[in-house]
């Protein structure tokens, strides 16, 4: 792949905007904004990774010891729905508004100002979902949501305050999600540089591209699911209670056929960028990119058909149960040509292990456990003991800590030169990358064998056999959290200075995006590159 | 946390526990028979079906995740810059035969997805859910914030199961029994050796009715009936939790089933058909204020003080105080000796709708109802002075 014209315009390295906090209140800046996207993705994973440090502080040891059982209730499902709507998925935003113009060669996104509301609606909705805690205190409502971030009916519908803020956190999100996914549809379908084909897009942005197709299907769905509930609780209508002619389950449905997509929208991102990584650290080209293509859109599919596998034991008819059990299985197909293509795309490379390279790797090993787990989720059978169990918190930590989280942080390690134009501390991002994965499966391992043994999830005490794993767990799950504050270190110091990046940054890259000086020009690419047939 | 139990001694446990469990897992598929790293003992077919079937896929993913990651930890050793490897240009199969080996890995996975896995699960499920055939007796179960509710349809046998173990316990006041958390009042009995048909539904919220050593797991959903089954085939007790988190104490409602032989369960189902009786005889006899009191204070604590807390203070704004409440210190039956509604009687018999309060008319007895009704009003400071006969409470039903 090779561009004509990279010149840079001579215009674009002078930034015309207001400065302070005007700037970022107004900007429509695709750097700014992906900035900001990801700053607000860090600071909500200190977060919700505080709650979720609490929660396992209670589960030390058995007993009752730092809350009660309301509060408990109110911090795991709280930890989710930050670390899902406003940790993860703001990343991979945040990824797509500073990579994607740099890799198709586009001036900015297609739509910068409805980019800049996408934004900023975050905050807000943080707050939203937040805010009953602070509201309890000054006794007013009895906290946040308690009902877990699937917010079951007819537990949602009994619910304090806090349901009602968690479903208007979660419309004005998708709002926000929705906007996201319009602008990359848009820019990725009109403005790419001449000569690129959609075949010969970078493997990120199709990702992306599929990623924010499911979006748009599923966000809608999730919204009227949550509005019924909304009606269902102040407004006498019965969806969900059958004492009105309603279902319980139909909220389940409707949550999952959001649910389950939603994992492959924050995973997909992830998976578009590892080929990018391996490429660079294996100095070889990707291997099997059109395969890759067609692997996220079957994902994609079939991700969209096989929500009930969520709730198996709720008592679906047995035509049913095998359609869901064998549509989950076919999943690993297409997932199983990404391993082959990543490792292939090692094989016979020349490779180096800098932090993204390792936490690349430590990326598919991790998230292997989690696809080989969910095969065997999918058993209608064996499903029944493993649902509502440790071994199913184990296994989704798998995909999206090991899968989602470790993903963003290779991305941020790979890319974080190009944005910053320093280098970061290779030897912090080592010590955090052996930490991090020391510490996850110390955490998650145990938690595979509470489940076998029969430890059900969300519980704020348990009985005494689940006492020693529980143990490990914790002590884990602590200096997992620790770990994570040398990575903030580490990016603010990237950010503050640090030795001067190249424009290639690695020793072997190649996409638009390495052709522009470290870090990129305010504006970049005001003239178009143009891509040579091969 | 100091008590006289063994297994409060964490650090010991832990080790000998960690190596019994390394040393059986080197040694050789028999670690799958240690059962603290794996389903506990199964005690039905469903249950050694379900067990036989993780252990053999877990045993498949292994292998699957040991051969591609050997192969990926193979290539970071060989191919790597600091040996000297020149990287390859490849960017995809070139060639018949690179083509047939790209495939080999595919036809395989399908071959493990759907017939190795496939076929056992599918047996697996027709199994789980053929609840019908040769049942030779239903039993009812009902989740309820947060107790289980059993019943016998054929001897009208009826109970609630309610947790056992003290606040003190969990607290950390006093030192955790053998069954902290997974103990019960009144326990399902059910005969070994019968192929029990079991219904399940919810007053509430969605709750799930799951016993490890089952194999079984289903949903009680509220206004709908879901069925299950198992055959015990060893006497013992087995012991579960709800598995869906079903509000505030989801984590303090156990099940715990005592499978014994035939003849036992008889003489259990005449037992409790004679204290059913008993508990009916208690409606239409005149119970002193005393007494009303005494029992009052046991069935409160039993059925109301999750919310209400022991001391009817409540946990507003979700669970209201009963001490100094408006409700229980209102007026207790219209002078005609009617129910009014919205007042004390109203709420404990017919609960409110859309709230943890649950019409306890459809699980209490008329003693109970009654017994509850004037503790409260004379109890956390409460001073009505006044009372209600379960004679009174029947006419109201």
């Not at chain 1, 010891?65 to 930890?79: R, W, Y």
């Not at chain 2, 598995?243 to 035939?262: I, N, Q, S």
Request: with cysteine; charged share 15%; aromatic share 12%.
């Amino acid at each position: 792949m090779n561009t004509a014209s990279h010149t840079l315009d001579p215009h674009g390295a002078h930034a015309h905007h207001p400065t302070g906090i005007l700037r970022w209140l107004t900007t429509t800046n695709h750097k700014d904004i992906g900035t900001m996207y990801l700053t607000f993705s860090l600071l909500m994973f200190f977060v919700g990774g505080a709650m979720i440090l609490a929660v396992r502080a209670e589960l030390f040891q058995p007993g009752l010891q730092l809350m009660k059982p309301e509060f408990f209730n109110q911090l795991i499902g709280v930890h989710a729905l930050v670390m899902i709507f406003a940790a993860l998925m703001p990343a991979a935003t945040g990824f797509a508004n500073w990579m994607i113009p740099l890799m198709i060669g586009a001036p900015d996104m297609a739509l910068p100002r409805l980019n800049n509301w996408g934004f900023w609606l975050l905050p807000p909705a943080a707050i939203l979902l937040t805010l009953p805690f602070v509201l309890a205190i000054f006794g007013i409502g009895d906290g946040a949501v308690a009902t877990g971030w699937t917010l079951y009916a007819p537990l949602s519908v009994q619910g304090g305050i806090g349901v009602d803020f968690a479903i208007f956190s979660i419309h004005i999100l998708g709002v926000s999600s929705i906007m996201g996914s319009i602008n990359i549809i848009a820019t990725i379908l009109n403005m790419r540089a001449p000569g690129m084909t959609l075949m010969k897009m970078p493997l990120f942005c199709w990702g992306w591209l599929v990623t924010a197709v499911l979006l748009i299907i599923t966000l809608p769905v999730l919204a009227g699911g949550v509005t019924m509930l909304l009606t269902d609780r102040h407004f006498q209508t019965h969806f969900f209670d059958a004492a009105g002619g309603g279902d319980p389950i139909l909220f389940q449905h409707l949550f999952w056929f959001f649910g389950h997509p939603e994992v492959y929208i924050l995973l997909l991102p992830v998976w578009g960028l590892m080929p990018h990584v391996l490429s660079t650290f294996t100095r070889k080209p990707i291997y099997g990119h059109t395969a890759q293509v067609w692997s996220f859109i079957a994902i994609g599919v079939l991700g969209l058909v096989v929500w009930a596998h969520h709730f198996l034991t709720a008592g679906l008819p047995v035509p049913a149960l095998l359609y869901f059990m064998y549509s989950t299985m076919s999943i690993s197909l297409p997932l199983a040509v990404l391993f082959f293509c990543w490792i292939a795309t090692m094989w016979k490379g020349a490779m180096t292990f800098e932090t993204p390279m390792l936490f690349a790797l430590g990326f598919i090993v991790l998230f292997g456990i989690a696809g080989l787990t969910g095969l065997v989720l999918a058993d209608v059978a064996a499903d029944a003991q493993y649902h509502h169990s440790y071994f199913v918190v184990a296994h989704f930590h798998y995909a999206l800590f090991a899968g989602g989280i470790m993903g963003v942080m290779t991305g941020v390690y790979y890319w974080l030169p190009k944005w910053t134009g320093h280098m970061y501390s290779e030897k912090l991002g080592k010590t955090h990358f052996w930490l991090t994965v020391v510490s996850f499966n110390l955490t998650f391992m145990p938690q595979f064998f509470l489940g076998l043994a029969g430890m059900p999830r969300r519980i704020p005490d348990y009985a005494l056999q689940f006492a020693e794993f529980n143990a490990i767990s914790t002590v884990g799950a602590f200096i997992l959290g620790l770990s994570q504050l040398i990575f903030a270190y580490n990016v603010w110091a990237c950010v503050k200075g640090g030795k001067k990046a190249t424009a290639e940054v690695w020793e072997s890259t190649s996409g638009l995006e390495w052709e522009l000086s470290s870090p990129p020009p305010y504006h970049s690419w005001e003239t178009q590159p143009v891509i040579k047939a091969n | 946390m100091t008590t006289l139990n063994p297994r409060s001694r964490p650090g010991f446990h832990l080790l000998s526990r960690l190596f019994t469990g390394f040393s059986l897992a080197l040694g050789s598929g028999t670690a799958l028979a240690d059962y603290t790293w794996n389903f506990p003992k199964p005690v039905t077919p469903i249950g050694r079906d379900t067990l036989s079937m993780h252990n053999q896929f877990m045993i498949i993913i292994t292998v699957l995740f040991v051969v591609v990651f050997a192969i990926m930890i193979y290539s970071m050793l060989k191919h790597r810059k600091s040996t000297g490897a020149e990287p390859a240009r490849f960017s995809g199969p070139t060639g018949a035969l690179q083509w047939f080996w790209v495939m080999v890995p595919f036809a395989m996975l399908l071959f493990i997805d759907f017939v190795l896995m496939g076929i056992p699960a599918f047996h697996a499920v027709i199994e789980m859910e053929d609840t019908r055939t040769k049942a030779d007796m239903v039993l009812k179960v009902t989740g309820m914030q947060w107790k289980w509710q059993y019943e016998y349809p054929a001897s009208g046998v009826k109970f609630i199961s309610t947790l056992t173990t003290p606040r003190e316990q969990i607290e950390g006041k006093e030192p955790k029994g053998e069954n902290y958390l997974l103990e019960v009042d009144n326990e399902v009995v059910l005969p070994v050796g019968k192929k029990v048909r079991i219904l399940l539904t919810s007053t509430d919220v969605i709750h799930t009715w799951w016993v490890p050593q089952f194999g079984v797991k289903r949903d009680a959903i509220p206004g709908f009936l879901r069925e299950t089954w198992v055959r015990i085939e060893e006497p013992g007790t087995y012991r579960g939790q709800c598995a869906e988190l079903c509000g505030k104490d989801h984590g303090f409602m156990p099940v715990v089933v005592r499978a014994v032989p035939e003849p036992e369960y008889l003489a259990w189902v005449d037992k409790k058909k004679a204290e059913m009786a008993a508990a009916a005889a208690g409606s239409d006899k005149t119970w002193t204020k005393d007494e009303l009191m005494a029992a009052g204070k046991a069935a409160y604590e039993k059925n109301c003080a999750a919310c209400h807390q022991p001391e009817g203070q409540g946990v507003p704004p979700v669970f209201p105080a009963l001490a100094g409440s408006k409700i229980v210190t209102g007026p207790l039956l219209s002078p005609e000796g009617k129910l009014i509604p919205d007042s004390h009687v109203d709420r404990v018999m017919n609960g409110k709708a859309g709230t943890a309060m649950q019409a306890f008319k459809t699980t209490l007895s008329d003693a109970d109802i009654a017994a509850i009704i004037t503790y409260e009003r004379n109890a956390f400071g409460n001073t009505k002075g006044d009372m209600i006969q379960p004679a009174q409470i029947k006419a109201l039903r």
